[in-house]
């Protein structure tokens, strides 16, 4: 006796934890399962279509096969033309449910960092890897959504969801004005409660993450102008201290200054001398000097990312403040670029992922802690995150993204796509805290 009920233990502990699951939850879970290889196929399609950012026509051909899946779940879908703004579109789609539960805006992107040019180009499966540009970012996000939605249609649940879904088709490099770039994304917002975006599902020492902030991503663009003259005159009332020392006052003074958590600014490019040139895309130029000439001007580019808006502007105000302590005879100014905004870990973020370890307690899997900021860039929902609660990583997991040999792990598909519908059922039936 004793033996038995040691074996109906095991038994019992083996078994994944479905006990809170409803039978039409069960049913989300069966058919999710049934998606798996239809959304590696999916994945197969999509990242065999070239979709770098600039590829216009690549982007657009990626989305209308978004909106070929879109459509028989009752999606409303349009493409919509960004001409304005250099970019090929975006496709926005809705599905209107019974108005009863949280609205959701589900939030991917189309493109990639792979242009035509990449010798980068095609899909490839070995066993559970497979190897593609785009392959984990984010082209898993796009099969994955469409296999949850698949599933709660097939179990039912999707008739009643009020989702829209915004794919943009410049993510990696996004269009400007980005009041242009990203309008319909921010007024799909302004109809949601919640916003999920399906980029790739975080890990930390082989354990699933949640994530519940992303840092902003800006740059910044310094320029030094000075008297010149001949070296022997340097420091003097008369001739000043040139570019070059004034360059090395601010960048230190950027180092020693600035640091606090969750902040950093990088210095990626620097010219100076006699004369200092961007070329016209600003990641080259050309400088000239010689060793007894007193530099006259010099330009340097970099980044500053941060966790909250507010952290944004203190730093931008301090960083300001020391470009205007000028050295004799030297002139610098510094501006910043319209980029990617913060997305700041709020309760109402923790509440959605407190939400999602329920299911995860639910489908047996362990719970997803929150990830450090520091381990994850940019990224589309940051423009939307300060008028809705939101959540990153339905995508799979993978390795190497933006590199060539970026892979994903085709075995998180199973998981992801039964957490995503369950979640979405789930949201569809609750109403705003």
């Excluded at 309760?347 to 047996?364: F, M, P, T």
């Amino acid at each position: 006796m004793r033996t038995l009920f040691a074996a109906l233990v095991a038994t019992l502990l083996a078994c994944p934890a479905h006990a809170a699951l409803s039978a039409q939850e069960k049913r989300i879970v069966t058919a999710a399962a049934a998606e798996n290889e239809r959304a590696i196929g999916l994945l197969e399609k999509l990242v065999n279509l070239n979709s770098g950012t600039m590829n216009l026509e690549g982007v657009e051909k990626v989305g209308r096969i978004m909106i070929a899946e879109l459509e028989p779940l009752g999606f409303t879908v349009r493409w919509v033309p960004m001409a304005q703004v250099g970019r090929a579109g975006h496709v926005v789609a809705e599905h209107k449910g019974s108005g009863r539960g949280r609205r959701m805006l589900l939030i991917g992107h189309l493109d990639t960092v792979f242009e035509k040019s990449s010798p980068f180009q095609k899909f490839e499966r070995r066993g559970d890897t497979a190897e593609g540009p785009g392959v984990n970012d984010m082209k898993d996000g796009l099969a994955i959504m469409v296999a949850a939605l698949r599933a709660m249609k097939s179990a039912g649940t999707l008739r009643d969801a009020d989702i829209r879904i915004v794919l943009t088709g410049d993510e990696e490099d996004a269009g400007y004005p980005i009041s242009v770039s990203r309008a319909d994304m921010l007024a799909a917002a302004d109809e949601s409660d919640v916003a999920l975006e399906f980029e790739a599902l975080a890990t930390d020492d082989g354990k699933d993450m949640g994530t519940i902030s992303r840092r902003s991503a800006m740059t910044w663009n310094l320029s030094v102008s000075a008297k010149s003259g001949h070296s022997s005159g340097v420091f003097s009332d008369e001739a000043g201290f040139g570019a070059g020392y004034e360059v090395a006052r601010i960048l230190d003074a950027f180092r020693t200054q600035l640091r606090e958590p969750n902040a950093t600014y990088n210095v990626g490019l620097i010219l100076g001398g006699a004369s200092a040139d961007l070329n016209s895309d600003a990641t080259s130029g050309s400088a000239e000097g010689k060793t007894n000439i007193i530099g006259a001007t010099a330009v340097v580019r970099g980044d500053l990312r941060t966790l909250s808006n507010e952290q944004t502007d203190r730093i931008q105000k301090r960083m300001r403040e020391i470009v205007a302590k000028h050295l004799p005879g030297t002139k610098s100014e510094i501006s910043f670029e319209e980029s990617y905004p913060a997305m700041a870990p709020t309760e109402g973020n923790r509440a959605l992922l407190k939400q999602l370890n329920a299911i995860n307690a639910d489908l047996g899997l362990e719970p997803m802690g929150e990830l450090d900021p520091m381990k994850r860039g940019a990224g589309d929902i940051a423009f939307v995150a300060e008028k809705v609660d939101g959540l990153v990583g339905f995508g799979a997991v993978g390795e190497g993204s933006h590199a060539p040999g970026e892979t994903v792990d085709l075995s998180s598909f199973d998981r992801q796509i039964k957490r995503t519908a369950l979640l979405m059922t789930r949201l569809s039936r609750s109403k705003k805290p």
